[in-house]
Antibody
Framework: QLQLQESGPGLLKPSETLSLTCTVSGGSISSNSYYWGWIRQPPGKGLEWIGTIYYSGSTYYNPSLKSRVTISVDTSKNQFSLKLSSVTAADTAVYYC??????????????WGQGTLVTVSS | EIVLTQSPGTLSLSPGERATLSCRASQSVSSSYLAWYQQKPGQAPRLLIYGASSRATGIPDRFSGSGSGTDFTLTISRLEPEDFAVYYCQQYGSSRYTFGQGTKLEIK
């Protein structure tokens, strides 16, 4: 059974850089069938896609966050990571990593990590 | 950016009733790129429907999806107690993914 697990600091100060890692177990991140993504959810609010990465390193970012986001992959560790620079209180959210699958041309996120709360506060 | 608007914001129903949740897009969306998720408090979203109408693995057949173009619907034929949750639609278009704001399905 595929599992994804987010890890990283839960408390940041404004202007710092958020760094999270998603460890994938029960399957290979290097499969050519999948992309890997980050999605966040501010407390009590809806979901926002941050970006996705392919095992080759190809990335796609939400234009609204693109200037501050970097997603990278480490196939040797079966992990992918998120960096979000210059955080503010508006970046306080539960951050999820997820697998993006495609069957017969469809696109969807089918496996999700449990999520990790990141709070930005001085 | 394609904006997804879900309605109603909150739906109050009783177990055994039928639930109809709407997701309307600001411009046409490929049915292949429309998915529905269920989220319970403190949990990650769970994929229910992909390709607008295909049920994900392990999803009961009381859940069904339909629609095309700008109007999509998630139907739960007979509500079970475990179905009360928040539901999100999601689309892919113009190289980005967007989610609706969610519909909260609560017990009446």
């Amino acid at each position: 059974q595929l599992q994804l697990q987010e890890s990283g600091p839960g408390l940041l100060k404004p202007s710092e850089t958020l760094s999270l890692t998603c460890t994938v177990s029960g399957g290979s991140i290097s499969s050519n069938s999948y992309y890997w993504g980050w999605i966040r959810q501010p407390p009590g609010k809806g979901l926002e896609w941050i970006g996705t990465i392919y095992y080759s390193g190809s990335t796609y970012y939400n234009p609204s966050l693109k200037s501050r986001v970097t997603i990278s992959v480490d196939t040797s560790k079966n992990q992918f990571s998120l960096k979000l620079s210059s955080v503010t209180a508006a970046d306080t959210a539960v951050y999820y990593c997820a697998r993006r699958s495609s069957v017969a041309g469809t696109l969807y996120f089918d496996y999700w990590g449990q999520g990790t709360l990141v709070t930005v506060s001085s | 950016e394609i904006v997804l608007t879900q309605s109603p914001g909150t739906l109050s129903l009783s177990p055994g009733e039928r639930a109809t949740l709407s997701c309307r897009a600001s411009q046409s969306v490929s049915s292949s790129y429309l998915a529905w998720y269920q989220q319970k408090p403190g949990q990650a979203p769970r994929l229910l429907i992909y390709g607008a109408s295909s049920r994900a693995t392990g999803i009961p057949d009381r859940f069904s999806g339909s629609g095309s173009g700008t109007d999509f619907t998630l139907t739960i034929s007979r509500l079970e107690p475990e179905d009360f949750a928040v539901y999100y639609c999601q689309q892919y278009g113009s190289s980005r993914y967007t989610f609706g704001q969610g519909t909260k399905l609560e017990i009446k």
